[in-house]
């Protein structure tokens, strides 16, 4: 007998658009793409969705490969404030 199903949230039930929460905090486009790698084009974003690594350890990680302050700070506003802009539903799977 099935009791759970599991489904893959980002681009399944929801659109996901990582770039999102850098676009709305980030002006100057090259600080963007620092960030947006550091953060979201990492080895620990994998591990977050994982489950096997905490937001701190995770973010400690991202923001040592960040030269400047500012970007290390940009870094802890989009982790922090990620799940705000980089998720919406997707059509039809509300229902589901």
Known sequence: MIKNI????????VNYDAD????????????RKKVCTA???SPEWILLDLGVISEE???A?????????????????CLAHWHEYNMW????????
């Open 6 to 13: 599991v489904f893959d949230m980002g681009k399944v039930l």
């Open 20 to 31: 999102k929460v850098c676009e709305a905090l980030i002006e100057d486009p090259e600080d």
């Open 39 to 41: 953060v979201f084009v």
């Open 57 to 59: 350890a995770a973010l």
């Open 61 to 77: 990680r991202m923001t040592a490969r960040l030269p400047e302050e500012r970007l290390k700070e940009y870094a802890r506003q």
């Open 89 to 96: 539903p997707m059509e039809g799977m509300g229902s589901l």
